[in-house]
């Protein structure tokens, strides 16, 4: 994370509350993975994308399972009646369909706004899109500078929205000259992506299968 401004590090790190709930939260559960030693850390991520922090990270803590994306991932799992693997996932809300009538109305690939989010910034990667950045709180924020200045896939936009702020991001990041780059490091990352998740193959895919044997 070197050269990262200090306004993208996760906001709960900028609270004066020592008691702050997010806070002791993540302290908590440091130490339970640091002093606990459990067998096992999953993330959900792949080693092409974070290959430095993966490997800072494995010299603290106990072995660590990159086995992401997970929206990739599950696609290589049969679902059967008995067996809903195809069911995982990482989203702990309910989906609201509503919104993939208006979505399918759409042209594939046209929607590359995002809040930010982890899981939301993983599907952007597979769905191989560049993504217009508007981060508001958590681990937002530095996921927007990954995605910018790291992993060339993003623009972030500024607090004060304006409609026409919006469409003009959009509309370069989809046909503009300077977003033309950026679409094709995100076709480079969606690849990547997928290789992670091959059947057999891909590093992600492995790990879970040795996870599996190992639970076993």
């Not at 603290?60 to 067996?83: D, M, Q, R, W």
């Not at 690849?191 to 790990?207: D, F, I, M, Q, T």
Request: proline share 6%.
């Amino acid at each position: 994370m070197e050269g990262m401004p200090l306004k993208y590090l996760p906001s709960f790190i900028f609270t004066t509350d020592p008691n702050d709930v997010v806070v002791n939260f993540a302290m908590r559960e440091i130490d339970r993975a640091v002093t606990k030693k459990p067998a096992a850390i999953l993330l959900n991520t792949f080693d092409e994308l974070e290959q430095d922090v993966l490997a800072h990270l494995s010299t603290v803590f106990p072995p660590i399972y990159t086995i992401g994306p997970l929206c990739a991932l599950t696609n290589h799992f049969p679902s059967t009646k008995h067996e809903p693997l195809a069911s995982i996932g990482s989203n702990l809300w309910t989906d609201e369909p509503e919104c993939l009538k208006w979505l399918d109305a759409h042209a594939p690939g046209s929607v590359v706004f995002s809040h930010m989010g982890w899981n939301s910034f993983l599907e952007s990667v597979c769905g191989g899109v560049p993504v217009v950045c508007w981060p508001f709180f958590a681990e937002q924020q530095i996921n927007t500078w990954f995605a910018c200045e790291k992993w060339g896939v993003g623009r972030e936009i500024g607090n004060d929205v304006r409609r026409e702020q919006v469409e003009a991001m959009v509309r370069e990041l989809m046909v503009g000259e300077e977003g033309e780059g950026m679409r094709t490091k995100a076709a480079e990352w969606r690849r990547k992506a997928e290789e992670a998740v091959a059947p057999g193959s891909g590093l992600s895919y492995v790990n879970f299968e040795r996870l599996v044997e190992e639970l076993i």
